[in-house]
Structures are given as C-alpha cells and as structure tokens.
C-alpha cells in the first residue's frame, strides 16, 4: 500500500470547546503516539484524511508532515465517528517505522459465486495479519467460486499476499455456504381473531342517535 503524504499542524486547545472549534474549521482532532515518543496532539485536514481513508482503507499509511518542522510514518489506530452524521470526530495514530512489522486488522472480501440455490453467510470481516508496516494488505480476498451447501472456508485457506503471515486461528471461520431455509408464516397474536370479529361487529353495527 503506497502511502499518503497529509500536512498537520500541532493543536493547542483542548477539551470539547477546543474540539468542536478544530472541527468547525475544517479539522479533526488527532493524537499521535507510538515509540516511546510523548504523544503529540494535531490537527489534521478533515477532507483529505477522510478520503485517504475511503480510497486506502483502514489501513491507510501516512506520511505526516507537521509544521513544527517534524514529521512521522502513522497507522490510524482508532477512529471516532459522530453517531449520526458520521464525520470524523477524533483520531488516534500510531507511528511506525520503515520495515518494522505490524500487526492489523484487515477487512475479508468474498470473490466468485457459491453452487446456485446457495446462501453465503460472511462470519468475519476481518481478519489478523501481521506484515510491514510499509505493505499492509488493503483487503483480503474469500472464493466461494461454486462451493456447495455444507461448505465452509477457514483463515488458514485465505491466500495471504507475499510477507504477510496469518495472526488469526486458521481454524476460525470465514465464510459458511448453506440452504436457505424458508420463513414459516407467523402465527396470530394470541386472541387476534377474537378482536378482529369485533371490530367488525363495532363497525357494522348500527349507531343509535340520542333524542
């Protein structure tokens, strides 16, 4: 995965006011930690991070350049999203070296098409891996290409790219190929019939006018 150079400034307001203030202006909120280093609070451009994010992935490298003249490989270890909305509340992110190897989370991505009448059950998104920091997997891909119902694939099955080593149990399992069960029909609530008969009887009896 090629990474992304972003600038970021250092942040000096704190606390929710200070928060709400970075984001009003275009910014979220960002700590960076990792190396025994003290962790630095910025200020990244909220746009280009959040589209770093939708074209690399979660795993996305960046290259952070500060403009206290300092700079930092970082691996986005934590995002908050506003509940509703969904924009970027605060990030936290992890800084890395050139060669070391990491541990991530990387999302699973079924490929092909399972035996026809099939239903395909997805029981992990992601999976562990362990790889550079400067390769990081964007995602991994699952083929159910005409598996048939009672199958199954495993971690252990997922082709893995070159330098990544599997983290997970291979026993876990992925993805599950079974046969749709049909829906019974719900039965009626409990004395359903008995208020239907009388609603109509209410609606079709005659109404009395009072004198």
Known sequence: MSEVKINAEPRTEFGKGGAR????AGKVPAVLYGHGEKPK???LPAREFA???RHGGINQLFNIEITDGTSALALPKAIQRHP???TLEHVDLLIVRRGEKVTVEVPVQL????APGTLVVLEHNTLTVTADATRL???LEVSIEGLEAGSHVTAGQVPLPEGSELSADPELVVAVISVPTAEEPAAPAEGAEGEEAAETAEATAPVEESA
């Open 51 to 53: 589209a770093a994010i």
């Open 137 to 139: 997997p964007e995602h």
């Open 111 to 114: 490929v092909g098409e399972a």
């Open 41 to 43: 609070h910025i200020a």
């Open 84 to 86: 509703i909305r969904e």
């Open 21 to 24: 203030r970075t984001r009003r």
